[in-house]
């Protein structure tokens, strides 16, 4: 019953922005800690940032600087705004969820393809 649909990845240009939606549902949103997450092909899946349900956000050494993550918990949507994008930010872009303890698992979109090319 639980669902993150994620939306927004797409080919842009070096030093260009864009913007990564995560739309929950089944969890009461508040309650989550919400991750994005990104695999390149050949590695490992890697935490970018979170928002935590306390209000706290973290980044990735990589993106600091460049990349805002954002809620929006009337909406149960979550946001990364990417800036100044580049090529080794291409990869696989992931939204997750996690109310642990109040669940017994954490929870994953699809995916999302973001390609930083010229």
């Known amino acids: 019953q639980v669902q993150l649909v994620e939306s927004g990845g797409g080919l842009v240009q070096p030093g260009g922005s864009l913007r990564l939606s995560c739309a929950a549902s089944g969890i009461i949103f508040r309650n989550a800690d919400m991750g994005w997450y990104r695999q390149a092909p050949g590695q490992q899946r890697e935490l970018v940032a979170v928002?935590?349900?306390?209000?706290?956000?973290n980044y990735v050494d990589a993106v600091k600087g460049r990349f805002t993550i954002s809620r929006d918990n009337a909406k149960n949507t979550v946001y990364l705004q990417m800036n100044s994008l580049k090529p080794e930010d291409t990869a696989v872009y992931y939204c997750n969820a996690d109310l642990r303890p109040l669940t017994a698992r954490d929870f994953w979109g699809q995916g999302t393809q973001v390609t930083v090319s010229s």
């Open positions: 928002s935590s349900r306390a209000g706290s956000t």
